[in-house]
């Protein structure tokens, strides 16, 4: 009787599935295409880097949702969207807007982004470390503290996008006018100290829309993309204007919604001593 020899089995691959590796691999896609636009601007190509910041964002805006459809939320992936965060909507719109504006003035020119990643930087850690405790209450995971680190990428860069479109138009005045360092140094202080504030502002994670605005909201949508393809740099400069007019409606709102937290809160106190008594 001749016997069969059983041939070793080879050994299982070990490893991370590339499934969970799928957001940190955009993560960084999104950290060289962020950090790219410093190499664009250092080579006067403001237009490219601005677009390299944007696509950027629109890759942050994509990757954490990846991670959670996909069940592969990590520590390492938080603390390296936070990093790619920091250098991409920090660093990179602070210098792309020292080079197109601000190195004229030198070092006095220079303290604008110093400032403006500073608080970047504080804006993140302050992030990081809230996600370390619950909010006080269930209405506060609905916004963010102080402007989140992308949309204060996109006002910082907006007095190169008003540039940028006056350069298209031929606007000697306003690209005089946008252009010159006490104007780019304002905004960038300006954003920073949004970044840094208290302020509450909505972070549109579960933000629900009625049902009669459903319609409106998604031509509003389609006319934004048609002026986004047709002039991008107009695009972002009136995104700009309708996210800084959308803070004082999301203060309201947080406001109103902790003024009734307050009195559901005060109602309960009322019950139970009733109870009790």
Not at 24 to 29: A, D, I, Q, S, Y
Not at 48 to 54: D, K, L, N, R, W
Not at 83 to 110: E, H, I, N
Not at 170 to 193: D, K, N
Request: aromatic letters at 10%; a positive charge.
């Amino acid at each position: 009787m001749i016997r069969k020899i059983r041939r070793p089995r080879r050994p299982r691959l070990s490893g991370q599935s590339f499934n969970k590796m799928l957001p940190n691999l955009m993560t960084l896609m999104g950290l060289c295409i962020g950090l790219s636009s410093i190499r664009l601007a250092m080579d006067g190509h403001f237009g490219s880097a601005v677009i390299a910041i944007a696509v950027s964002g629109v890759i942050d805006g994509l990757d954490g949702r990846l991670a959670r459809l996909l069940k592969a939320t990590s520590r390492f992936g938080a603390e390296f969207d936070s990093l790619a965060d920091f250098l991409c909507f920090g660093v990179a719109p602070a210098l792309v807007m020292y080079q197109w504006s601000l190195q004229d003035w030198d070092a006095v020119g220079f303290l604008p982004p110093l400032m403006y990643v500073s608080a970047m930087a504080l804006r993140l850690a302050r992030f990081n470390a809230a996600l370390e405790t619950a909010p006080p209450a269930a209405f506060a995971y609905n916004f963010f503290t102080g402007v989140p680190a992308p949309a204060g990428a996109g006002l910082a860069l907006f007095p190169l996008f008003l540039g940028l479109e006056a350069d298209k138009a031929h606007l000697i005045w306003l690209r005089a006018t946008v252009g010159y360092p006490l104007i780019t140094g304002s905004v960038l202080v300006a954003v920073a100290l949004l970044c840094v504030s208290t302020l509450p502002v909505w972070s549109f994670k579960n933000f629900k829309v009625p049902t009669a605005n459903v319609l409106p909201l998604l031509l509003g949508v389609v006319i934004f993309a048609a002026i986004l393809i047709a002039d991008p740099y107009a695009a972002g400069a009136l995104l700009g204007i309708a996210y800084v007019a959308m803070l004082p409606f999301s203060r309201r709102s947080y406001r109103r919604l902790a003024a009734e937290a307050e009195e559901r809160r005060q109602q309960d106190i009322e019950n139970i001593e009733t109870a009790s008594a």
